[in-house]
């Protein structure tokens, strides 16, 4: 008896340990072939789709070399899924249609790993502008960039070759443009692209500019993913974002970069790094974001409106307003404000039920009763944990993170030459984005060189809702220990506009104008002490001033401790340059 309930005990064991081994499935085994430079989408999409069916726990491996993407690879509905290359100097993937590479869809526990991702044709060009009129310029496109013919132009900006990133201070500029459907780029003659301009431009003889064709689809799509870690992953080009997730849970993001390739003057089209409603934490470790067109990271949720009151536990919410879709299921906490003060929370209640009435409008039911009106907004409550270590931002077109959510602490991180500000707090009901950050803490970071070009303002860390609020509405910020470096054309250290519990202490600055370092409006409860500062131009007096453009509450003064005893210390740089 003891051996047979000992053979038992084996067995189990064995199928136990068999269910959870990971089984390898090799892309080339159902006819991807590397540098070959034919279409290897369905051999890789049945291979992904063969590791889904054989079920959790496996592996889609590619080889060393270049892999070519006609159109999207979808995971759907995995669970404890590996994908796999060989590193990211070994195995790339590259886009050759203005599609998403990779999409991930209602999955868990997914690696994504070991792979590089690029685009040919890119999602741009450069050059030097060799002509000019009122309704086109006549480009001469620099190597390895390409005269695309045929396509819509509806972004341009100057570009500085020399530093690497978009142009600065006087000659900062860009234009967007909704140029007419059926006039697109064309070929002057060899390597001159003829670009249509919509109406008149600033550019002249001899600018060099960045043309961005596509503003539409990812390296990386993810869709209400759990469990994602993504590890050792390169993004030399995408049509738009890098890495964009909606709806995703526990995220590890570790070892990714998105970088220039080949003296190209772009990387990503778009942002380096998008979180649309993430929930309970997101990690991004030992990262970076290079020269890409628009900003480095960005995590928000989405406000709805209201479109009908049924009774005082059941409302209507209209969802079809922006590219985010609403995703609130029962439990889920949800803020609610006016249409007089979009970003200042009224009430936090709790979904009961929800019930799909269209594609764009659903009932849901709450716990209790709200005291809410149609045109108030509601934006998820549950907020992400947001944790950003060593990460590097530079060159950009763009801001370095925006931060429209709460419970942040970045440290340890680069924000090197991004034309606008280096931290940006901004709730918008333009982009229908937020909620309002708080609890959050920079710390031991370095800025060098931040809000000298495109999008300028007054702070290389930047408050400012869309629209202003005469109220305080980003709190509890702290901003310690760190290196800043401005400069010719940085034109200030904080804008804080709608800002409360604001401390600035234990910083290094270093400037060469005097510019005010602080700039305020509609904020209160602004502290600083304990910062050296290394003033390299003229005196700075006063150290803050108000805004004087309307809406502008300057009321709140005294409730401001900038004293110019705040900037007289005399510790060296708590982060030093890399």
């Known amino acids: 008896m003891k051996l047979i309930y000992r053979w038992w005990i084996f067995i189990i064991t064995l199928f136990e340990y068999s269910s959870v081994q990971t089984l390898n499935f090799s892309v080339s085994m159902y006819g991807a072939k590397p540098d070959d430079n034919i279409d290897d989408t369905n051999a890789i ?13 496996n592996a889609v491996v590619f080889g060393s ?54 685009v040919i044709p890119f999602s741009f060009t450069g050059g030097y502008v060799v002509n000019i009129t009122d309704t086109y310029l006549d480009l001469q496109v620099q190597p390895p960039h ?22 600065i201070g006087p000659k900062a500029y860009q234009k967007k443009q909704m140029p007419p459907p059926n006039i697109n780029t064309t070929l002057v003659s060899s390597n001159i692209l003829r670009v249509p301009l919509a109406s008149p431009s600033e550019f002249v003889i001899g600018d060099a500019i960045v043309v961005r064709y596509v503003f539409r689809p990812h390296a990386i799509d993810i869709q209400h993913a759990t469990d994602l870690t993504v590890r050792s992953i390169a993004i030399y080009g995408s049509w738009c974002m890098g890495f964009f997730a909606s709806h995703a849970r526990r995220v590890n993001i570790i070892d990714y970069h998105v970088l220039r390739k080949d003296q190209r003057w772009l990387s990503s089209s778009a942002d380096c790094i998008h979180f649309a409603d993430a929930r309970e934490y997101i990690n991004i470790f030992d ?5 890409m067109s628009d900003d480095g990271l960005n995590v928000h949720a ?10 005082s536990t059941t409302i209507m919410i209209q969802t079809n307003v922006s590219a985010d879709q609403l995703d609130f299921d029962a439990g889920t906490h949800l803020e609610f404000s006016s249409s007089a003060e979009p970003f200042t929370g009224y009430a936090t209640a709790t979904i009961a039920s929800m019930t799909e009435i269209s594609y764009d409008t659903r009932i849901f039911t709450f716990t209790d009763a709200i005291n809410a009106s149609v045109g108030d907004s509601v934006c998820v409550a549950d907020t992400p944990v947001l944790t950003v270590r060593n990460l590097t931002i530079a060159n950009n077109r763009g801001r370095g993170v925006l931060l429209e959510t709460r419970n942040i602490h970045i440290t340890q991180s680069v924000f090197n030459g991004i034309s606008g500000s280096a931290v940006y707090f901004q709730p918008s009901q333009s982009w229908r984005e937020g909620p309002t950050a708080r609890n959050v803490t920079l ?14 303002y007054s702070g290389m860390i930047l408050f400012l809702a869309d629209p202003v609020q005469l109220v305080p509405i980003v709190s509890d910020i702290r901003i310690t220990s760190s290196t800043f470096i401005m400069g010719a054309y940085s034109n200030g250290l904080l804008q804080i506009g709608n800002g409360a519990n604001v401390s600035l202490s234990g910083n290094y600055i270093v400037t060469n104008n005097s510019v005010p370092l602080v700039t305020l409006c509609n904020s209160r409860n602004i502290t600083a002490s304990n910062n050296t500062l290394v003033n390299q131009g003229s005196k700075i007096d006063p150290y803050y001033i108000y805004l004087t453009t309307s809406p502008c509450n300057v009321s709140l003064s005294s409730l401001i401790d900038i004293p110019p005893s705040a900037f007289n210390s005399s510790f060296g740089p708590p982060v030093s340059r890399q």
């Open 45 to 57: 999409q049945s291979t992904i789709n063969l590791a889904m069916q054989y079920g959790p726990n």
């Open 65 to 118: 070399g270049t892999y070519t993407i006609s159109s999207p690879l979808v995971i759907r509905d995995a669970i404890n899924l590996t994908i796999t290359g060989q590193g990211m100097d070994k195995t790339l993937l590259v886009g050759t249609m203005p599609t998403n590479i990779l999409v991930i869809y209602t999955s868990q526990q997914i690696l994504l790993t070991s792979l590089a991702f690029d």
């Open 146 to 167: 390409q005269a695309d013919v045929g396509r819509q132009v509806p972004h341009i900006y100057r570009f500085d070759p020399v530093l690497m990133r978009p142009a």
């Open 287 to 291: 990262s970076q974001c290079i020269g």
């Open 302 to 311: 989405t406000y709805f409106p209201i479109s009908r009151i049924i009774n």
């Open 443 to 456: 710390d031991y970071n370095l800025y060098i060189n931040c809000n000298e070009g495109i999008d300028q």
